[in-house]
Nanobody, 128 residues
Framework: VQLQASGGGLVQAGDSLRLSCAAS???????MGWFRQAPGKEREFIAA???????????RYADSVKGRFTISRDANKITVHLQMNSLKPEDTAVYYC????????????????????WGQGTQVTVSS
C-alpha cells in the first residue's frame, strides 16, 4: 500500500482545511492515522480511525485537536480525510498519514511505531 497525502496550504487562524490521504489500493483492514511534525519538534499523533466493522468506525483524537478535527474514511476504503476547523498557529506542521494493520475493529493505536506505511506529508501553515 502506498499513501498520498494532500490538501495542505497556508491559511489564517480560525480557518479550515481538509486533508486527504489516498491509498494505492483498498486498505479496509487497516487503521489509518494522522500525525504531524512541527519544526524542531518530534512527530506527534493527531487522529486515527479504525478499520470498519460493518459501517462503523472507531475514531481517536489527541487532546490538542479534539472538538476541532474530524477524521473520516470513504466507504470505498481508499481515502481518509482529516477535517480541520478553527485552526491555530500552533497547528502549523507537516501532516503525515499512515496505515496500521488491524485484525479487528478496535480503538486504533496512537503509537507511531505501530504504523508501518507512511505517506509523504503535506504542509499546513496557519498564520496569526
Amino acid at each position: 500500500v502506498q499513501l498520498q497525502a494532500s490538501g495542505g496550504g497556508l491559511v489564517q487562524a480560525g480557518d479550515s482545511l481538509r486533508l486527504s490521504c489516498a491509498a494505492s489500493t483498498r486498505f479496509g483492514n487497516y487503521a489509518m492515522g494522522w500525525f504531524r511534525q512541527a519544526p524542531g519538534k518530534e512527530r506527534e499523533f493527531i487522529a486515527a480511525i479504525s478499520r470498519s466493522y460493518g459501517k462503523t468506525y472507531i475514531p481517536r483524537y489527541a487532546d490538542s485537536v479534539k472538538g476541532r478535527f474530524t477524521i473520516s474514511r470513504d466507504a470505498n476504503k481508499i481515502t481518509v480525510h482529516l477535517q480541520m476547523n478553527s485552526l491555530k498557529p500552533e497547528d502549523t506542521a507537516v501532516y503525515y498519514c499512515a496505515a496500521s494493520y488491524q485484525r479487528l475493529a478496535t480503538m486504533p493505536t496512537n503509537l507511531e511505531s505501530e504504523y508501518d506505511t507512511w505517506g509523504q506529508g503535506t504542509q499546513v501553515t496557519v498564520s496569526s
